[in-house]
């Protein structure tokens, strides 16, 4: 393991023995598979934001139609998701974070073309997966209510 900025390609090592590149081939296809991890955790995240959405949206519906409202007093809708729905968003957090824990492990070895693979995977990911980030209006949330 080098410590140093490096170009290393044959004969790198990454994570484990059995991470032994030994082609030019084996490289390059451990460069892709790392841009696509990235952007793959970029997804995961679009598909957590998603999912809070939804479970949002079903206790909403469930309240409007029993004719409650959700903590209106304060102005806002708060929301505290089920113990399964809770689990869910726990388990998709947990495949984020250990992806992103490896791909840091990844990023330690220095080597150039893997912390390029890193950036623009990162990217690439973000311009899929991150469109439903953009809020409408300055200092205004999802809803519309001004923010603090």
């Not at 995240?45 to 903590?71: H, K």
């Not at 806002?76 to 399964?84: H, I, Q």
Request: glycine fraction near 10%; aromatic fraction near 14%.
């Amino acid at each position: 393991i080098s410590m140093l900025w490096n170009w290393f390609t044959v004969d790198a090592c990454f994570i484990s023995k059995d991470w032994h590149v030994r082609s030019n081939v084996a490289f390059a296809f451990s460069v892709i598979c790392v841009f696509i991890l990235v952007a793959l955790v970029e997804g995961v995240r679009r598909f957590g934001r998603e999912y809070d959405r939804r479970i949002v949206r079903l206790a909403n519906l469930s309240q409007s139609d029993s004719g409650s409202n959700l903590n209106k007093s304060e102005g806002v809708g708060l929301f505290v998701p089920t113990w399964s729905q809770q689990a869910i968003r726990a388990s998709i957090f947990g495949v984020q974070f250990g992806a992103a824990y490896i791909l840091m492990l990844l990023a330690m070895y220095y080597n150039g073309f893997i912390i390029f693979a890193i950036i623009l995977g990162g990217t690439a990911g973000h311009f899929v997966f991150g469109r439903d980030t953009v809020v409408s209006g300055t200092g205004t949330g999802e809803t519309g209510a001004a923010c603090c």
